[in-house]
Nanobody
Framework: VQLQASGGGLVQAGDSLRLSCAAS????????MGWFRQAPGKEREFVAA????????RYVDSVKGRFTISRDNGKNTVYLQMNSLEPGDTAVYYC?????????????????WGQGTQVTVSS
């Protein structure tokens, strides 16, 4: 399955963005999905995950209460709503698919990755 991430941009601290990740196949509907990010000079970091049916989500502590992951299986798309953005959120954001929907933060369990979308938050 191919994943296409979009929605990044340059915003100011406190602003909001919504990232989208569109999948090329309907098999997406059975996959767990995750968002990761990578800032310059840092390792890739888990941000959020959602189960295949959308009923279970998890987040890294630093984004809890600010970010929301959701999915629309009818549109083969997963979203990351990001509110109250902070300069520390600046990174390239990647979506990824886990065929077994393990809702894991470990990137090794994700088989498919999108190309990334840049999010830059200015202070």
């Amino acid at each position: 399955v191919q994943l296409q991430a979009s929605g990044g941009g340059l915003v100011q601290a406190g602003d909001s963005l919504r990232l989208s990740c569109a999948a090329s196949e309907r098999t997406f509907n059975s996959y767990g999905m995750g968002w990761f990010r990578q800032a310059p000079g840092k390792e890739r970091e888990f941000v959020a995950a959602i189960s295949w049916y959308g009923g279970f989500t998890r987040y890294v502590d630093s984004v809890k209460g600010r970010f929301t992951i959701s999915r629309d299986n009818g549109k083969n798309t997963v979203y990351l709503q990001m509110n109250s953005l902070e300069p520390g959120d600046t990174a390239v954001y990647y979506c990824a698919a886990d065929r077994l929907s393990r809702n894991t933060a470990d990137p090794r369990y994700y088989s498919y990755w999108g190309q990334g979308t840049q999010v830059t938050v200015s202070s």
